[in-house]
């Protein structure tokens, strides 16, 4: 009797294990966040460039010096692009003017704004004795630029421009600006009408705010004109630029970065050697500086062929402006 023996098939391989990995609800929520994340800082990025490629060029500039530090800061008077509540309030002009001119640094921890006034009596390059404001409608930014290095001895590196439009559509980006009002302020001419205390505000409140020439303080229930000329407004637009610098780099600004991105890029007319992530870090620079040094090359009035100017005041304004090109705190005002 034959015997047939019991054939034994060796066993496969393992069927593959087709279980899901398992996230507890704590490893989603950070995934997700991750995931946010990145396509938020693409994003960021995306619109930087777009930004950068927004940004309207200066044109050549020759007058500027090389390297990076000085900044010439220009407020352009041009009525295109004001906010709707802000139409007719400074008036219909045509063109534009340097309604605005500040230089500015940061230097050893450092942030230092100094304003030239407008009405300042300077030689301008080919056009003879004039105000300061007046190279920017003879030959532009780069005219400009030439001018104020000329009278003030100081060169700069960068040129950064925004008009009034843009310059509101800058800070309501922002979400606004805090301003501390210690009272009740108007100027029917710029449209300002403000209360007093700490508050935010929008754009078209903030332009009106720093381009006031006739500012006003109800006290004691009397409406008070606080005077100072160029003086006092060069304060309170330096002020605002601070307060600007300020709301940019707050956790609230970070969040609305993309919208300010855009405003920048949309609103600013910079050298062609200026990027938008030059802006960036200068930008956290200026806000990250411990001590601010804020004021107007002191100025005297004076009267030529009835004609009214500002004059440097020396030997104040001398030593106010060997400081800045130094880099030495700037004497007190």
């Known amino acids: 009797m034959s015997h047939n023996p019991t054939t034994r098939t060796s066993p496969g ?121 007046a190279a920017y409608a003879f030959g532009g930014p780069d005219l400009l630029v030439d001018t104020v290095a000329n009278a003030t001895g100081v060169r700069p590196n960068h040129y950064l421009e925004v008009e009034f439009g843009g310059f509101a559509g800058i800070v309501d980006a922002l979400g606004g600006i805090e301003l501390d009002i210690p009272y009740p302020a108007r100027d029917a001419k710029s449209g300002l009408d403000i209360g007093a205390g700490v508050q935010t505000v929008d754009g078209a409140t903030a332009l009106a705010y720093a381009r006031s020439r006739s500012y006003e303080e109800q006290i004691d229930g009397e409406w008070v004109a606080q005077g100072g000329g160029d003086v006092a407004r060069a304060a309170r637009q330096r002020e605002v630029l601070t307060k600007i610098m300020a709301a940019a780099s707050s956790p609230s600004g970070l969040v609305r970065s993309p919208l300010v991105v855009t405003a920048v890029g949309s609103h600013l007319t910079a050298d062609s050697g200026l990027t938008v992530f030059d802006l960036a870090g200068t930008g956290w620079a200026m806000r990250s500086a411990g001590v601010t040094e804020s004021m107007t090359l002191p100025v005297v009035g004076a009267e030529e062929g009835g004609v009214s100017y500002l004059v440097r005041d020396d030997p104040a304004a001398t030593e106010v402006l060997n400081a800045f090109a130094a880099g030495q705190p700037l004497p007190a005002s």
């Open 13 to 133: 391989p393992a069927p593959p294990n087709t279980r899901r990995r398992r996230y507890s609800s704590g490893q989603r929520w950070t995934i997700r966040l991750l995931i946010f994340l990145v396509l938020a800082a693409a994003t960021l990025v995306a619109l930087t460039f777009l930004a950068d490629f927004q940004m309207e060029d200066a044109g050549p500039m020759p007058s500027l010096a090389a390297g990076d530090g000085v900044y010439l800061i220009v407020g352009s008077d041009s009525r295109e692009n004001l906010p709707d509540d802000l139409e007719g309030s400074f008036g219909d002009f045509s063109g534009a003017r340097a309604d605005v001119i500040i230089l500015a640094q940061v230097v050893d921890g450092r942030r230092q704004l100094l304003s030239i006034p407008r009405d300042l009596r300077v030689e301008i390059p080919g056009q003879g004795v004039n105000k300061v404001n």
